[in-house]
Each structure stands twice: as structure tokens, then as C-alpha cells.
């Protein structure tokens, strides 16, 4: 049997049945012969711990060996079987008194005359047997102890007996026969500590715990002889009794409910252990335990003074000016006699600050801000004192109030310096003042007069010098103009510190904080001033700038200083800091030099120059760096420039001359053919979204021979054919009013022919204003105001055009010999070529 697994501290180890030894290692004997019947045998083997007072038990449970058995026709049904010897177990009082030897058993055998013990084991913990203990008389089978047997050190014996004949035959199988050995009352209980300490804090409950008493009995364990009994001999100090002890199991518990450490701070209790369950024939031991209140803050602490006094010169600060003392009953060290002090009243200004000693529980009272003489002379406060711990209420106790007393503190008058009413003060000053501006005035008192008088002030070396101050009357003014943008300056703030000095050579400090206010220093100028404006006319937008802050800076006002430009320009509002400059319609080209001035909100006015480069193109690219004019212009010309003019004209007067001479006989009377230029140029009536450009009602017009200059060719078909002539520009002819070619030439007083030719002046006339009224408008968006990228240009009219080829109207039909077209002046060549199709 695995006794380790079941209880390993056992130290006790028995059977229920007297037929079974079990040994230490769990091995399982029988002391005599078993005989099985139908029925299990069953037997329980008992481990016990007694220190720990813990018990087990394991059942076994013994079965036949089941064997086949081949039952042959000799064999008989029952079978006489020869009685053993087993006599019953022998019982051994523990020290007998005798006489020894002492007949224990006798044990004898039907068939044998000797006997002999051939073994003899002791019972647990004993490997062998003592010597001479036990013998038995080989003739009568008598079992005779020798002495006396101590049953603590013996508990049983088992020893194995022998019979055997005269000639030596043993017939008997050996005899286990087993001698227990009956406890004698002969141990003392005894306790397992010399001295027993506890401990339980004051004021517990009855019936609190306060620990247990443990003692032990060598005797035979489950008998009267190890029923033990406890009870309380005596009690130090002999006043009320305040524990009660458990007589069976040794507990000590809280008695008294009023266990007060302050009174009594430990008990010492003797106690008596007895066992036979108590009876005055047991045997008895005694034990002492004791037992420390422990401490709680029942107590509260009290000031051993009412009232205090003390006295501490003003100005004077981290100075210790008293020390208070409490009393306090609980135990000295511990949380509940801790002291805490606090002060309740008088100390609004937070001057005084009250801390604990730690190694003598004392209040120090300090001065920790400087106190004014002048201001209050004393200065009473009262004081209160706590402790670490929460107080608790004693039972039957009455509620204490919190232990106060009060403090009197005489200011002493000491002779001080200069004080500065504020410490700090504050002067606004506007940027840009004048040099010596009084900007305000910095006085100090004399703390004991009251007064200024007898005061000098003077500002140290070695800060911004930007302010003065008078020596006598601490007038600030100041002795540099006052910029906030230079580096001394923190964000427009300079602190410079004063000094004040009475008649003693007492000192005080004071500080003066400057802080400039922004000013308008600075003039609004535009920041791009050279523009070029083309034959679009788009405004051109000016910006400003202003390095003052708000309100000095925008909004801006624009305004043109020349009379006479501000009657060819005009200036319109964007934002607040941009407008648009753009030129009124009559404006000529050329370069203007506009001066405008720029007024910001604080009124201070920057006049700038403006140069616009006003040129006949259609990007500025196009002006190369120069002024491109036409006619009406202020443009001189070289004599190179004169003389290559003329030569050109000549030159194509001769050709214009040719072209009419080999017209006259049969190209001056012949139509242009209807695909001639339809290829190039289509009728357009509407350019952008907005009205019609050319009228459909165009009446074809005769054109006389001798009219030069770009002419039109009108056929049946609305075709026309441009052809060079001399010494005319867009500019040259001014023409007004929505009217025909038609009107145009009828108007001019030369009778209509069907030649098809018109001169450039007529053509001029009528498309200029149409053009020139549809471009402003295609500037303008449906508010009436400037917009960009209205006009597109057309890259690609479509396929299938009516009209004819340009070419077609020279004398060799080509309708590629368009390179005349590259000399057609800027906005001829720009209508070129968006109808050439390329």
C-alpha cells in the first residue's frame, strides 16, 4: 500500500484487523493463517498525524486467488484439514510492577513437545528486539516477559514462534503471535513554546481573537490519557479579568471590552494544561503567554499653552519665531501621538507657515514673506493641531474638540529704503515720438513718512537707453525716437529698472515697462511700377505695400496727381490694398509716366510713378522693349526711316500700275469664281456671345480706278480679295456709326461701279467701329465689369467653306501666293490670319 500518497507525516500506523501488520514501507503481513469465505475480506488501515491532529484511512479489500481447477474422478468433494495453533494476541500492561518474568501466553501445539522463538520483531520505529525482553520455556510453550516495557519507546511486539518434535520435525506452520503493550497514564502533557506572545489592539470587541495555546501528550493518542484541558491560573496585573481561554482547543479570546493601553499595556496570563480530560488524578503542565495591547489614537492631542507670543523684525523672511508643544497620551512614535499642525486663522496673506519637529513632536512657527511695520503693528492666529492617525472614539467616551491655541506676533520697526508705488508700472508709448516726450511719471515713498520727499531717482547703466528720468521728480521722458522694430526690442516691450534712494542711503528697485505702440512710420508705395499694355487695353492691377501694423496700414485710396493724365486715366477700386489702372477710350498710344499717390488709413501719403508702355500689339512680347504707334502718334522718324518710306512707296505705285494696265484688258472685267476664296474666308456674323458684327444687308460698291490702298473686291457671292495700297493705316481713316460699304462710298460722293474695288478708307470706315465696339464689349461680363479670356481665337472654321481662296484674285490663280499678307499692318494681319487657313 503507497502510505506516502494517502498521508506522508503520518507517524502512527495501525489496522483494524489483528490479522494484518502493516509496516512502514507499506508492505502488508499476516500474522496468522486467513481463511477466505464467499465474502470479501475487508480490513482498514488507520495513518493518524498527531502534531497536525490530521487522520486518514485506507480500506483494503483481500479476494480469493480464482484458479481453474480440473476436478479429476479420484479427487473427493471435502477434505479433513488438521486444526492449526493460533492463540489470541497477548496484552502487556506498561510498567508493570512484575513479578518478573511475567507470564504473558502460553502457546502449544497438538503435535510438538518444543518450543522455540526462532524470531522476534518490535513494533514501529525498533529494528530489532531488545535483548532478554521476552522468552519462552521450550518444554510448556510459556511467554514470560523479563522487565517492565515503556510503551512510548515499545508500542507492540510480534514475534514468530516454532513447535517442533523431539526429533526436530516442525508439523506447525510458525506461530506470528503479536504482545501490544497498554499505555499507562505515565506522560505529562507539556507545551510546544516556553513562552506564548499576542498581541491586539486596544479597545477590541469581546470575543476578538487573540491566539491559541498548543500543547502535546507522548501518551497513547484517542485516550483519556492524551484528553487534554486548558484553563487561565492567574493574570498580571490582577484586575479585571480581561481574556477568557478555550478549555478544549487553547484559544485565547478578548474578554474585557474596555482594553485600554494607556492603562494597562500588557497582560501576562498563566495557564494550566491537564490531561485525563480535565480530572484532578490527571497530570497537569503550565504555560505563560503574553499579550501587548496595541495602540490606537484614542487620544487627542492638547496644547500645552492657550495663548503664545512672539516677536519678528518686518522684512525679515524663512526666520523661526516659536515653537508650541502638545500633550498626547497615545503611544510615543506611532501614528496616533504624530502631531500635525495647522493655521486656521490670521494668516490670509499666507506669511506664516507652521511645521512639525519630528524627533520632538513640536509646532515651529515661521515667517516666510516679509511683514510691514506700517502696515500692521501685531498679528494674531490661532493655531490647531491633529494627529497622523484618525482619531478614534473610545466606547463609553464623549466626542473631543480640536485642540487650539493662539499666536500673537509683534511686528518690529526696522528703517527701510524707498518703496515704488506700483512695483511695476506700465507706459504706453506711441512709435516715432519726438525726442524728450514725457511719457509719464515714477515716484517711490518712504515706508515710515509716507511721503516722497528727500527721494532721488536714477535708472543703472547697462539697459536700453531709450528713456530718462528726472533725478528729483521721476518724470520719464524720452532721449531716443522709439522704434519696435529694433533688436533691444521684445516684441515693442523694453523693461528697465529704477532705482530709488532716500536720505540714508536706503535703496529700493522699481521696474518701468515700455511698451511702443505701433505708428505709422512707413509709406505706402506700390511695388511694380513699370507695366505694357496692349491694344486690348486690360486694366492693369496696382498693389501696395505698408511695413505699419493695423490701423495704419490699409485700406489704401489711389489717386492720379497729374490733371491731364488723370483725364486719359482712370483708377477702380479691387481690394483694399489693389486697384485697376486703365486708360480711357480716346487714349493714344505711346509711354506714360502716371504719378499716383498712395494715401494708408493713418493718412500718410507715398507718391508714386507709374510707367505704362500703351503699345499697338497683341502681347506685350511684341513691343521687343519699344513703342509700337501708328499714325496720330508722338513718334519721330530717323531720315533713313523717311527715305525708305518713300522708296517703298514708289516702288508700289510702279507695281499697282502694272497690275491695273494688264487688268483693263480682261481681268478688271471678269467675276472671281465661286470656290475662289471660300476656301479661307467664311461669313461670320457673330464673334462672341453678343451681337452681330456685319450686317447681311451689305450692298456691293463700284470703286473708281484711281483709289489706292487695300481695297475689297465684292462679287456675287460676298467674295472679297485684298490688294496692297499705299500710304494708308487703320488709324488713317476714321469711320463712326453702324453703316454699309455701300453708305460709305455713296456718301463720299462717287458714283457706284461694278468693278468690285473699294478703297481701304471706305472698308476702314465701316469695319473699325463695328470691331472696336465688339472687343469692348467682349471684355466686359454681364455686371459691366473687366473680364478675361472672352475672346477666343479661332484655329479651325470647318470644312466645305462657301467662300473662295484669297489667291484667287491675282493673276496667276494660285491660291497659295499668299505671302502678301505677311505685310499687312497689325490688325489686318491679325483678321489674316485667323481666316487663312494654315
Known sequence: VDLKECLQSAEFISSSDGNFKILDDGSVYTTSAVSLSSEKK????????????????IHVSLVEDEKKKTRHTRDTVLKRTKRRWGPIPSVMLENSLGPFPLQIQQVQSDTAQNYTIYYSASGPGIDQDPKGLFYIERETGNIFATRAVDREQYPSFQIICFATTPDGYSPEVP?????????DNDNAPYFTQDLFEFSVPENSKPGVIVGKMTAEDRDE????????????????????????????????????????????PSYTLLVEVRDMAGQPFGLCTTGTAVIRIEDTNDNAPSFKQLQYEARVEENRVNVEILRVSVVDLDEPGSPGSGAVYEIIRGNDDRSFEITTDKNTNEGILCVVKGLDYESAKQ??????????????????????????????????????????????????????EEIGTSIGRYVAEDPETGNSEGISYRIPPGQCNWISIDENSGEVRTIKVLDRDVAEMRQGQCDISVLAIDRNGKTGTGTIQVFIQPGNKNYPRITKTEYIMCRDRKPICL???????????????????DRNLASMWKITRHNDNSVYLSPKDDTPYGIYNIPVSVTDNGGKVGENHITVNLCDCVTPTECNGRTRLLSGGNVTLGVWAILAMILGSLLLLLILITICGCCGAGVMHRHVTDDCANHNLIISNTEAPGEEVMDHNIIPLQNTSDQGGYGI?????????MVKGRGHTLESVKGGGHQTLGSVKEGGGQPMMDTCRYSYSE???????????????????????????YLLSYNYEGKGSLAGSVGCCSDQHEEEALDFLDQLEPKFRTLAETCVKR
Open 42 to 57: 475487508t480490513f482498514t488501515i488507520l495513518l493518524k498525524d498527531i502534531q497536525e491532529e490530521v487522520q486518514k484511512k
Open 379 to 432: 498679528r494674531v492666529l490661532v493655531i490647531a493641531v491633529n494627529n497622523e492617525a484618525p482619531y478614534m472614539l473610545a466606547p463609553h467616551s464623549q466626542q473631543l474638540s480640536q485642540s487650539t491655541s493662539s499666536v500673537t506676533v509683534h511686528v518690529l520697526d526696522v528703517d527701510e529704503g524707498p518703496v515704488f508705488k506700483p512695483c511695476q508700472l506700465r507706459l504706453d508709448v506711441k512709435e516715432c
Open 543 to 561: 498693389t501696395a505695400q505698408d511695413s505699419d501694423e493695423s490701423p495704419y496700414s490699409t485700406p489704401f485710396v489711389y489717386h492720379i496727381t
Open 175 to 183: 506461530l506470528v503471535h503479536t504482545i501490544r503493550i497498554e499505555d
Open 763 to 789: 472698308w476702314h470706315n465701316f469695319t473699325h467701329p463695328r470691331l472696336g465696339e465688339k472687343v469692348h464689349l467682349c471684355r466686359q461680363d454681364e455686371e459691366q465689369k473687366h473680364s478675361e479670356d
Open 221 to 264: 493518542p484517542y485516550t483519556l490519557h492524551t484528553t487534554l484541558k486548558y484553563r487561565i491560573v492567574s493574570q498580571n496585573p490582577p484586575v479585571t479579568p480581561a481574556f477568557s481561554l478555550h478549555g478544549d482547543t487553547g484559544v485565547i479570546s478578548v474578554l474585557l471590552p474596555q482594553l485600554d493601553r494607556e492603562l494597562v
Open 713 to 721: 473686291k465684292t462679287g456675287d457671292q460676298q467674295t472679297f480679295e
